[in-house]
């Protein structure tokens, strides 16, 4: 079974610009989360998708937003990008009901200058 | 909100030698989950501990819930190079915000 797939794995974007990231989810799996890491902040969790609805939302601003397919399929979007947006953005695939593993993807490492 | 405790921050061990990390909620736990990330990459799952008094092994690491789900701990036996990295614990708190994590411990190991 093909693990959790992130495109792209590097970015860079200018402050200003907007960025959108894509995953795609074990086969089967209709839940994706997303999470920023930061050496300063850690692993903070964004927004969970299950069956194309945000079921959950973490707290960050209106700027970041996501959607998923009727494929599973993610993207989140960050619109006027900040510099305090460089991070790595992680999305977590899992089947979508009860206490059940989250695989995390490779990532991809969002620079903005 | 939950916070997780992870400890030590950083550890650096002779290879060969054992080594625990500890992980330490605020709260009652639903699920602890461990992983391991290299530096600037994904996280890989390790295990996922539920009830209380549980515990997992694979290959030479070994995770520990305690009865009251408040504390977990990820013990490794005879440590190699391929050990080396970033330990992360992560809690589950019911269905909620996804998982919170903690810091991480930073685990090198030295030939």
């Known amino acids: 079974k093909a693990g959790v797939t992130q495109t792209p794995r590097y970015l860079i974007k200018t402050r200003g610009q907007q960025v959108t990231l894509s995953c795609s989810p074990i086969?089967?799996?209709?839940?994706v989360s997303w999470y920023q890491q930061t050496p300063g902040q850690g692993l903070q969790f964004l927004f969970e998708?299950?069956?194309?609805?945000?079921?959950n939302k973490g707290n960050f601003p209106g700027r970041f937003s996501g959607r998923q397919f009727s494929n599973s399929r993610s993207e989140m979007n960050v619109s006027t990008l900040e510099l305090g947006d460089s991070a790595l953005y992680l999305c977590?695939?899992?089947?979508?009901?009860?206490?059940?593993?989250?695989?995390f993807g490779p990532g991809t490492r969002l620079t903005v200058l | 909100s939950q916070e997780l405790e992870q400890s030590p921050q950083s550890l650096i061990v002779q290879e060969g030698k054992n080594l625990t990390i500890n992980c330490t909620s605020s709260?009652?736990?639903?699920?602890l989950y461990w992983y391991k990330q290299k530096y600037g990459e994904g996280l890989i799952f390790l295990m996922m501990?539920?009830?209380?008094?549980e515990e997992k092994s694979h290959e030479k690491i070994t995770a520990k819930l305690d009865e009251k789900k408040q504390q977990s701990s990820l013990h490794i036996t005879a440590s190699q190079p391929s050990h080396a990295g970033i330990y992360l614990c992560?809690?589950?708190?019911?269905?909620?915000?996804?998982?919170?994590f903690g810091k991480g411990t930073h685990l090198i190991i030295q030939p």
């Open positions: 977590a695939s899992y089947a979508g009901w009860g206490t059940d593993t989250q695989y």
């Open positions: 086969s089967g799996h209709r839940s």
């Open positions: 998708y299950f069956s194309e609805t945000q079921r």
């Open positions: 709260k009652t736990l639903y699920g």
């Open positions: 501990l539920q009830k209380g008094g």
């Open positions: 992560g809690a589950d708190r019911g269905g909620a915000d996804g998982l919170t």
